[in-house]
């Protein structure tokens, strides 16, 4: 997938747009899986529309999720789907990582 | 809480002994080692032998993949997944893949919830963090680390396992922003260090602290066996020796009179003298005797090959080869360069362990040096010791001198101390040759005879000549005949003054007689008493009356 072509997916959506499974793993209340999440779902109403699919696990409550998914520190966002898989730690406040890691490069639409 | 604390015994050898019962449970112990000390696998062992023992335990490495662990303990005869598939062991890999993105801030909560998680489900009793300072430079700010080291240090407290943390230290020998804090976090705290000395590898440990416990507080040796780690410790030296036995033969009935019946059993035979001077004859003579009676014996040598041995002393008149034949002796010979002293105190105690002798040989405790350095050979020697007095074995060290210097040269004090036995062998000079005598300066536990002696070593070994004492020392060989010789001749020119002084004594109380008889005689004539008086003189007689 190349940057160039995702303007043009952007303005139609349901055309090439791929559809995003998401796993966030957070640990219960503090402040940077709650920031995290806040992130996430932002995300993906306003650039991902209806395309993604957002699981949230509660390390505390599904430490074999978290066994599973080699997961150590969290906040930890996990791209399971487009391929290949992409793990992005940490509260997600550089939003322009989180979208060039997504596939998604803000403000490339502003260049054309 | 003043009860004593509790310990989760490592029951890695050696080890539990310097930490007098193990690491603390409940708290935690720090471990800091740089990279090839066998940090990871001391951790990994006091896991591995805690799963065995029913305890199992949980392991979080950020440095190594978990498939090196499994391959490189399965050399050690380990076997992890076995006790992973039976919930015993549970790793962890919590290294973060190398393609792995960061946004923001994150916190080790997912790695705490796994372990908070596992260790309930398993009922563990043992945690390893292994090479923590790997992820948190992942942490921007000491700020952020502390805080993590906070909530880490918090959990293993509160969940009540004993943990270890291994850390390496910073490479550039700055302190690294926790190091203080990985200090204060640890309740005990040890130090593992390999070193090069004099191209001989030697690893060393330390406890550096130990909050509420004793503990040895001197560096130890340890070593990496072929089934795990392996540490030395000195202190317990003298507090388990068995006691002394009872007299055993020399191998020579005459050094058995000399020595009130023997050496004892269990006792330390310190066999010192110049080269050739006749130790290894003697230590031979004793083996072979020892192997006769059906006693076992090991023979630890490093000056010449078995082969060598046997052959040099079978002209002796010693024949070794049919004990070793027979199983009751055996040899351990190296080169001292060939390993680091810990590795020849290992495989020396091993098989003692395996062999079980009645009775240990050194050929030569000089030769140690060549391990690497005095200190060394001092220290290897004072652990052989000990293990051998802890197990009531014979042990007899033979000492090459070099001719200027005491008997005792090698061993220091703290040996010297331990020899119950010790004989010099030496040569003498005079009148044009060599002869060899020896001396018992010490003999612990029994009289002995303190004079020097002249023996031979002939076809038939070790031959003790008798005692001739000359004017304040003893004599030997052609001195000793010449000696002889002039006490003969000696002899006889007092035999036949006697003779003479005999003779003149008859003749004497031949005249004697003759004159009574003429006195006799005389009297009868004149009608005199015989009886002995004053005789008047003949012309003043006339005078008086």
Redesign the interface.
């Known amino acids: 997938m190349t940057t160039k072509t995702l303007p043009s997916a952007m303005n139609d959506p349901r055309e090439n747009m791929p559809f995003y499974r998401l796993r966030l793993f957070v640990a219960g209340d503090e402040p940077n899986s709650l920031k995290a999440k806040a992130v996430l779902s932002r995300l993906c109403n306003e650039r991902l529309k209806e395309r993604c699919e957002i699981r949230i696990v509660d390390v505390f409550e599904d430490y074999q999720a978290a066994i599973d998914y080699g997961i150590s520190v969290v906040p930890a966002l996990i791209v399971e789907s487009p391929l290949p898989m992409r793990t992005i730690v940490g509260s997600l406040n550089a939003t322009d990582k989180v979208l060039a890691a997504l596939g998604l490069v803000e403000k490339e639409g502003d260049y054309e | 809480m003043l009860k004593n604390l509790e310990k989760a015994p490592t029951h890695i050898p050696g080890l539990d002994d310097i930490l007098q019962g193990g690491l603390p449970r409940g708290r935690t112990t720090v471990i800091n080692g740089g990279s090839g000390s066998g940090k990871t696998l001391l951790a990994l062992e006091f896991l591995y032998r805690g799963a065995l023992a029913g305890e199992p335990g949980i392991f979080?490495g950020f440095e190594e993949p978990l498939e090196h662990l499994r391959q490189n303990t399965a050399t050690l005869g380990w076997d992890l997944p076995t006790l992973e598939r039976e919930n015993r062991l549970f790793l962890?890999?919590?290294?973060?893949?190398p393609?792995?993105?960061?946004?923001?801030?994150?916190?080790?909560?997912?790695?705490l919830?796994?372990a908070?998680?596992?260790s309930k489900e398993m009922g563990a009793k043992r945690i390893v963090i292994d090479a923590l300072e790997v992820?948190l430079r992942?942490f921007d700010t000491p700020q952020q680390v502390r805080k993590e080291l906070h909530a880490i240090n918090d959990w293993l407290q509160a969940a009540g396992l004993a943990a270890i943390l291994t850390v390496r230290p910073s490479s550039h020998g700055s302190a690294s922003p926790y190091e203080d804090f990985f200090e204060s976090m640890g309740d005990c705290i040890l130090a593992l260090d390999a070193r090069v000395t004099e191209q001989i590898s030697t690893r060393r440990l330390r406890v550096i602290k130990y909050r509420g416990s004793g503990f040895g507080r001197n560096e130890y040796p340890y070593v990496i066996t072929p089934t795990g780690l392996r540490a030395a410790p000195i202190s317990s030296v003298g507090l388990r020796h068995k006691p002394l036995g009872e007299k055993v033969s020399t191998g020579n009935a005459r050094l058995d009179e000399l020595l009130d019946g023997g050496y004892r059993r269990g006792a330390c035979i310190l066999l010192a003298g110049l080269p050739g001077a006749g130790k290894t004859t003697l230590a031979a003579t004793f083996v072979a005797a020892a192997c006769q009676r059906g006693e076992r014996a090991l023979y630890i040598g490093f000056e010449e090959s078995e082969a060598a041995l046997i052959h040099n002393v079978s002209s002796a008149g010693i024949s070794l080869r049919s004990h070793l034949e027979t199983g009751r002796l055996a040899f351990l010979t190296s080169f001292p360069e060939s390993q680091g002293a810990e590795e020849h105190y290992f495989s020396a105690l091993e098989r003692v362990e395996a062999f079980r002798p009645d009775h240990v040989v050194i050929d030569a405790i000089s030769a140690c040096y060549r391990m690497g350095g005095q200190q060394i050979a001092f220290e290897y020697l004072m652990r052989l010791l000990n293990a051998c007095k802890e197990r009531g074995i014979t042990i007899m060290l033979l000492n090459q001198l070099t001719g200027t210097t005491s008997y005792m040269e090698i061993s220091g004090n703290e040996i010297s101390s331990m020899v119950d036995t010790a004989i010099l062998l030496n040569y003498q000079f005079s009148l044009g040759e060599t002869n060899r005598v020896f001396q018992i300066l010490k003999s612990r536990g029994g009289k002995h005879s303190n004079q020097k002696r002249e023996f031979r070593l002939t076809d038939n070994g070790f031959e003790v000549t008798d005692v001739y004492l000359g004017e304040g020392d003893v004599l030997t060989g052609v001195a000793r005949q010449r000696q002889e010789e002039k006490d003969r001749i000696e002899a006889l020119r007092l035999s036949f003054e006697i003779k003479m002084k005999e003779l003149e004594l008859e003749r004497l109380r031949l005249i004697q007689a003759q004159a009574a008889q003429g006195i006799a005689h005389r009297a009868l004539m004149t009608g005199a008493d015989v009886s002995p008086r004053p005789r008047p003189a003949p012309e003043d007689s006339g005078k008086e009356e």
């Open positions: 979080i962890l890999d919590g290294r973060i893949k393609e792995t993105l960061m946004s923001g801030d994150f916190s080790l909560k997912g790695l919830a796994i908070a998680g596992k992820i992942l």
